[in-house]
């Protein structure tokens, strides 16, 4: 990950005249989050361990429950909305992206190239904050896990989808490649107002972007099932050759 960042930055500064907005997309978690141990306790008081999932089944047996009893009644409904979707249970993830933390911040290379554009071009960063709620994942910076309808940020960013609908091409790199750029890129694929024949102004920089430890299969997936998308995959060095 730390060489993917390395060619951001490269990417960031060499080409600043040819880049015309950049859009950051930064977790900003709470501790206290559904998908953080704190959240959750068993029978014994024990908080689950990281990379634990979190059953339908285990909510209903008491396996795990809410510390919070006001929680209760919502993590179980998330649970149960996600597994209806059929695509994965609730993971306990390690703290990360913890709001007001060194860990919340862009990496030292990829800041570095961020002001380096900032200076040739005298542009502002797009930044886009997600993950706030407490009581949904955002894997995609495009909209929720499961959207709580009292929330307007957990729904689909329209805003967002219209900027990126107006550049003519979109360069996407960063992490992970199997869970937050996966589920972005999936999502605007779905939702771009582009014809298909158009996707393959969406090119996905491979080499600057990483899955999560164990997740490699994940991220080779969302790579296939994007090039069968008509995506373009390419590398940093010929992004603008």
């Known amino acids: 990950m730390d060489q993917d960042a390395e060619r951001i930055k490269k990417l960031l500064s060499e080409h600043c005249t040819e880049i015309t907005s950049v859009h950051v997309t930064l977790d900003s978690h709470q501790r206290m989050h559904i998908a953080h141990s704190v959240f959750w306790q068993d029978g014994a008081g024990r908080s689950p361990d990281p990379y634990t999932l979190i059953s339908v089944e285990d909510v209903k047996s008491g396996k795990w429950r809410a510390v919070n009893e006001a929680d209760q009644e919502t993590a179980l409904a998330y649970v149960q909305e996600l597994e209806k979707k059929d695509r994965f249970k609730l993971c306990i993830w390690p703290e990360h992206c913890i709001t007001g933390t060194e860990g919340h911040n862009v990496t030292a290379p990829v800041n570095e190239g961020l002001n380096n554009w900032i ?19 955002m894997y995609s910076a495009l909209k929720a896990e499961v959207v709580d309808a009292s929330d ?16 003519e091409r979109i360069l996407v790199c960063g992490q992970a490649k199997s869970h937050c750029v996966n589920f972005t890129v999936r999502d605007l694929v779905e939702h771009l107002d582009w014809p298909k024949e158009q996707l393959h102004r969406i090119w996905l920089l491979e080499d600057a972007m990483s899955s999560v430890a164990t997740f490699e299969q994940a991220g080779e997936q969302f790579i296939a099932d994007m090039r069968e998308a008509g995506l373009t995959i390419t590398t940093t060095n010929k992004a603008f050759a």
């Open 119 to 137: 200076d040739s071009t005298r542009g502002t960063i797009d930044w886009i904050h997600k993950g706030q709620n407490v009581h949904t994942e």
């Open 152 to 167: 307007p940020d957990t729904s689909l960013n329209r805003a967002l989808i219209e900027r990126l609908s107006r550049c």
